[in-house]
Nanobody, 125 residues
Framework: QVQLVESGGGLVQAGGSLRLSCVVS????????MGWFRQAPGKEREFVAS????????YYADSMKGRFTISRDNGKNTVSLQMSRLTPEDTAVYYC??????????????????WGQGTQVTVSS
């Protein structure tokens, strides 16, 4: 059983930066591709970024490219999302997720098997 716990959310002004972390616990001997999604009030869950278990492959949603960076430290069982140049449109609950297959580390939330509880990010104008 794998558990994901996010942290690092909060209130930030537009143009600012924030770093989210996701600690992976449980059966970490089997590493998974990891990802971040977000969900704003009244909207569907949206793909943000994903990273393979080696860190060698990353994917980003078009609107996040150049602003967000996903990374992982397998020694610390942590996946991070560095966010910069934030805008009020980035306000959402951000979720960490894991999938059992490299071929499923895409933008379809149905392909992700394990989810964290989410952390709120609020960007003020």
């Amino acid at each position: 059983q794998v558990q994901l716990v996010e942290s690092g959310g909060g209130l930030v002004q537009a143009g600012g930066s924030l770093r989210l972390s996701c600690v992976v616990s449980g059966r970490t001997s089997t590493w998974y591709p990891m990802g971040w999604f977000r969900q704003a009030p009244g909207k569907e869950r949206e793909f943000v970024a994903s990273i393979s278990w080696t860190g060698g492959t990353t994917y980003y949603a078009d609107s996040m490219k150049g602003r967000f960076t996903i990374s992982r430290d397998n020694g610390k069982n942590t996946v991070s999302l560095q966010m910069s140049r934030l805008t009020p449109e980035d306000t959402a609950v951000y979720y960490c997720a894991a999938t059992v297959s490299y071929s499923r580390m895409d933008s379809d939330s149905r392909h992700w098997d394990i989810w964290g509880q989410g952390t709120q990010v609020t960007v003020s104008s």
